[in-house]
């Protein structure tokens, strides 16, 4: 059996990602404070399993409850594959740094980068422990690589998920085991975080008209299309490149 653990499951590319899964006969573990009912109600007439964990990625307590539940639930059964996925993100506070609170700050940190490395750690112990392959998928972003006026925290968070990321994926092919640790950038998607980015006043973010552009002229890809794209790279576990930076711009 194959298994997906897939982070924000309630919408976006979450929820895509989530879907294609199900279709594929696997068993997905969603995680997200709210579910996405028409994701249980697609079993119903499909091969795969969806069961739902509520968990809120800024409080570090509840995240390390869920995911060593669920971690010990999928290594110890007859598994082919284990899929973690770190889709969920936030992109708020959107404003210059003077205008941070301490508050919006440690929430930030630790839904876009806290919380992935505490699962990465209990996955991959357990992975070593039992010989299952695991396979991590990380969301990331070009603003990773770029300074973006109004957009410091979330630059700094995709930055150090990156370099995490990438620092994982050394160790695992050092260490010479079955596991692998990717990269993943879906670029601009029609989401609820677009949404919230154009909805930014001009001095918060300096690049928000560019953003209403993207939308008027329909330069948004759907979230379902490039879920496929990830899905498609994942399905062949043996062809995944372990430590790749795979890029949606590359696929459509």
Known sequence: MKYAVITGTSRGLGASLAKLCIEQGMHVFGISRKMDSSLKKMTE?????YEHHACNLANAEQVEKVFSTIAEQLFKRKTAYVYLIHNAGVVNPIDTSDKHTMEAINSHMHVNLIAPMITT?????????????????????????????????YSASKAGLNRFTESVALEQAQLKTKNKVILFDPSIMDTEMQSEIRSSSKEAFQDVEQFKQYKT????????????????????????????????????
Not at 230 to 240: D, G, N, R
């Open 45 to 49: 007439s499909l091969p795969g399993t």
């Open 121 to 153: 750690s209990l996955f991959l112990n357990k992975a070593q422990k039992t010989d299952i392959p695991l396979i991590i998928a990380t969301v990331t972003s070009g603003a990773a690589d770029r300074s973006v006026y109004g957009w410091s925290a």
């Open 217 to 252: 002229e329909n330069q948004l890809r759907n979230t379902d299309a490039v879920a496929e794209v990830l899905t498609s790279i994942l399905f062949k576990p043996e062809q995944v490149i372990n430590g790749k930076y795979y890029s949606v711009k590359d696929f459509l």
